[in-house]
């Protein structure tokens, strides 16, 4: 059965056709929709959202000693989240099937930074797959079910942003549910509680194992050298693969696909075949590097290719400094194209609490989620992002550093502050920290595409569940001065924010709505500007709505311009309204 | 063109536009609809913050084998863009002289309606220097459809004038790709942009 899948959606398939019976993950991008195409099998595989990766990853754990084969799946900060757990685990090692699928993000195109995981697989001695297009995934998944039982150890699939949202046909053989016996328990304390005296003895077997990886990676059909015409052989892994292929479409290449432990036996063979070996990996020379230190000459190229993407362009710059010829002409873009940067909604429940900030100049510690927008002008309402989580730390050491401004406010959204911003509030409490925590509350994770958490009230298959309710968790930590507020009232927001800035000792607001994407709004008005009455002062261009637009021009000098507001985009949210001194914007039906 | 002509080509389409229009459905329908047509085919997208009003790409490629999932810049057959700002940011995507198809409507970025950063100047005149140029007003079409929302689709509808697929393979790719409840206002809007290509 052949269908057209991104990588993300094969994964699925393959945790489905590989008899996997628990998967967890937290949402992140390029990694989210592998547990949404998961949750499409109806309980076929026990699957859940989980509170971070973390606690995904000794899911995981929990299952494989239990002996089910089990996928978790999250993006490369996440694993920096749940290396705690990895870094034992892989010395306890699996023992139902274990995958872990990473999700790396070259170009940071929705993440805070490029990190390579591979080093991590290195680092925790697991197996690593990199997957070149959807088939090679769910093949690499399927495989990894069995390698991970086989040597007892935990298997990391590398994902990038490209390979994961890059759709492409993947036979699914049958398409039918697989069957994967559990393997009995036996309880072996020995084996399983990593105390020094055992975990010692896990070192050892450690280091046996990695020698008996080492010998499966150079017998497996994953990592495999393809004939070719030139002087010049290529290494190369991962979707990096597929652009070699289509740029040097003739030469020899070896193509890694069990990347670790690197076959350096059977690349030497392959080097010894070619008169220059050339390695071409997407992010660090992770591959190079130890190719290198197996005493196997490697060509360093001057073209750029450790950071950022990959793609054709940049390969065909390679090209050209390897054949001693000119780069290829590259066909200039337009210039003077407006850039159009992700905004926050129309109507969206963040804007009006960042207007506020804003307005009274608050240091902001700010966090990782759609509000991270609210640090772009006009509103540049945020000081600095971190990690997930961040905000609320990073809050207090400003606070105790003495910084001069005695408006300190942590921002987090819902999901974020489940994730891993609760210990630090905890901290706040704890240690009695004269800051503001303000939760903005729209009890979904929206960034990632509106995936169910700890305060949306349902689970993953959208079973009803509890409903944390963020102001209880504060008041419980001994938290006094916590205030829940909506979002669209500006002066109320005004008052409470204040009042927290200033009172001297820890506080907290939750700031409560929905995400204008996920609950659609009833509002019967919608708002519009009063040409007339319209003095193009520009306040309501300051809440950076992307329904509001540039209107007519105020004089001849086309120097400043009234405003006028979009019908579709308006939302009616009046945030507008009520930064107007002129009362020029008023709601029609 | 004859079958085996066809199964021999290699084709390149990128579309482009702004979060929200219906770029990642239409990639998608024309990627299943190369599969029906028996093409292998890559499709590939950058849509982490597609729904926040950011600028958005997606690139269908489809031949007897696909490698790289990144079109060449300068390789696209066919440029599709569903705005006209993003037409021009992303116009040397083409290569020379290949069609390129632009909704003509604006979306202008919240930066430029807030006077943050200029706007693109001269927009009408830059786009009109490609000979390969086609206005589509796909926004009255999709009204005349019944429904605004299925702009993205008569645009779709006016590409495939230039892809070599029988019409019964984008039948189904929509089919299969579009809710039972909304597909018969899809081909509708499909038919019209079809028939707005003389």
Redesign the interface.
């Known amino acids: 059965m052949k269908k057209l899948l991104s990588a993300n959606q094969a994964i699925a398939w393959a945790a489905y056709r590989g008899g996997c019976r628990v998967a967890s993950a937290y949402p992140g991008t390029p990694s989210t929709e592998i547990m949404e195409h998961i949750a499409e099998f109806k309980g076929a595989i026990n699957c859940e959202w989980s509170v971070n990766e973390k606690v995904a990853m000794e899911i995981a754990a929990g299952a494989s000693l239990a002996g089910v084969r089990t996928l978790v799946a999250m993006k490369h900060v996440g694993l920096n989240v749940a290396m705690d757990p990895l870094m034992t685990f892989t010395y306890i090692g699996a023992i139902g099937g274990m995958v872990i699928v990473n999700a790396d993000d070259p170009s940071l195109h929705s993440s805070q930074n490029e990190q390579d995981n591979r080093s991590l697989a290195k680092f925790a001695k697991c197996l690593l797959f990199e997957p070149s297009d959807s088939q090679e995934a769910y093949d690499m998944v399927l495989a990894g079910f069995e390698l991970s039982e086989k040597y007892q150890v935990p298997v990391i699939i590398r994902t990038t942003t490209r390979t994961a949202h890059t759709s492409s046909i993947v036979d699914i053989g049958s398409g039918a549910r697989g069957e994967a016996p559990a393997i009995p328990y036996v309880k072996n304390a020995r084996r399983n509680v990593a105390v020094p005296a055992n975990g010692r003895l896990m070192r050892f077997a450690v280091e046996k194992r990695s020698a008996q990886l080492r010998e499966l990676t150079e017998a497996s059909p994953f990592n495999r050298a393809e004939p070719g015409t030139g002087d010049i052989g290529f290494v190369a892994s991962g979707v990096a693969y597929q652009y070699v292929k289509e740029v040097f479409p003739e030469a020899p290449v070896f193509k890694v696909g069990l990347s670790h432990p690197p076959p350096v036996e059977k690349i030497r063979a392959f080097a010894a075949g070619v008169r220059r070996l050339v390695v071409v990996e997407e992010s660090d020379p992770v591959l190079a590097e130890q190719i290198q230190a197996a005493g196997i000459p490697v060509v360093k190229p001057q073209t750029e290719l450790h950071m950022m993407e990959l793609n054709p362009a940049r390969l065909a710059q390679l090209r050209a400094e390897l054949l001693g010829a000119d780069a290829p002409p590259a066909p200039q873009p337009e210039s003077d194209v407006p850039v159009r940067p992700p905004v926050l909604c129309s109507g969206c429940s963040h804007r009006g609490a960042f207007y506020i900030l804003s307005k009274l100049k608050a240091t902001v510690c700010g966090d990782i989620g759609c509000y991270t927008l609210g640090s772009a002008p006009p509103l540049a309402a945020m000081d600095t992002c971190v990690c997930m989580g961040a905000s609320i730390g990073t809050a207090i050491g400003m606070r105790k550093a003495g910084h001069p401004n005695k408006r300190i406010a942590a921002v987090i959204g819902d999901s974020t502050f489940f994730h891993s911003g609760m210990t630090g509030l905890l901290d706040v409490a704890y240690n009695q920290i004269p800051i503001t925590v303000m939760v903005f509350d729209n009890r979904i994770t929206a960034m990632t595409g509106h995936q169910e958490n700890p305060g949306s009230g349902k689970t993953l298959l959208g079973e009803p569940t509890a409903n944390v309710k963020i102001a209880d968790i504060a008041r419980s930590f001994g938290i006094r001065r916590v205030h829940e507020v909506t979002p669209y009232d500006l002066a109320n927001l005004e008052k409470v924010f204040q009042e927290c800035l200033d009172c001297g000792e820890p506080a907290v607001v939750v700031v409560q709505g929905p995400c204008v994407l996920h609950v659609k709004w009833a509002g019967q008005y919608i708002n519009t500007v009063n040409e007339d009455t319209c003095t193009a002062c520009g306040a309501c261009f300051r809440i950076g709505c992307p329904a509001i637009v540039r209107g007519a021009p105020k004089d001849d000098t086309g120097k400043r311009y009234k405003s006028k507001i979009d019908p579709q985009f308006c939302t009616g949210c009046n945030l507008c309204a009520q930064v107007c001194k002129f009362n020029a914007i008023t709601p029609v039906k | 063109m004859s079958t085996t002509d066809t199964r021999n080509l290699r084709f390149n389409i990128s579309l482009v536009g702004?979060?929200g229009q219906g770029i990642l459905l239409t990639s998608?329908i024309i990627?299943?609809a190369a599969?029906h047509a028996g093409y292998?085919?890559?499709?590939?997208?950058?849509?982490?913050?597609s729904?926040?009003?950011?600028?958005v790409i997606s690139q269908v490629r489809f031949g007897p084998k696909?490698?790289?999932?990144?079109i060449?810049?300068?390789q696209s057959d066919v440029l599709v863009s569903f705005e006209r700002?993003?037409a021009?940011?992303?116009?040397?995507?083409a290569r020379p002289g290949a069609k390129i198809i632009v909704n003509n409507m604006d979306r202008?970025?919240?930066?430029?309606?807030?006077?943050?950063?200029?706007?693109?100047?001269n927009v009408d005149a830059?786009l009109a220097a490609y000979p390969g140029l086609i206005l589509l007003n796909a926004n009255p079409l999709a009204r005349q459809a019944g429904n605004l929302r299925t702009a993205n689709i008569v645009v779709m509808g006016a590409l495939s004038k230039y892809v070599p697929f029988e019409e019964e393979h984008w039948q189904a790719a929509m089919q299969e790709r579009i809710p039972a409840k909304l597909l018969d206002v899809n081909l509708r809007a499909f038919t019209l942009g079809r028939t707005a290509i003389p």
Do not use: F, N, Y
């Open positions: 702004v979060g998608d990627a299943m599969m292998q085919v890559k499709k590939s997208e950058i849509h982490g913050m729904q926040r009003g950011g600028s696909v490698h790289s999932p990144i060449p810049d300068g700002t993003e021009l940011r992303w116009a040397h995507l202008i970025p919240v930066s430029v309606s807030s006077g943050l950063q200029p706007a693109a100047q830059r």
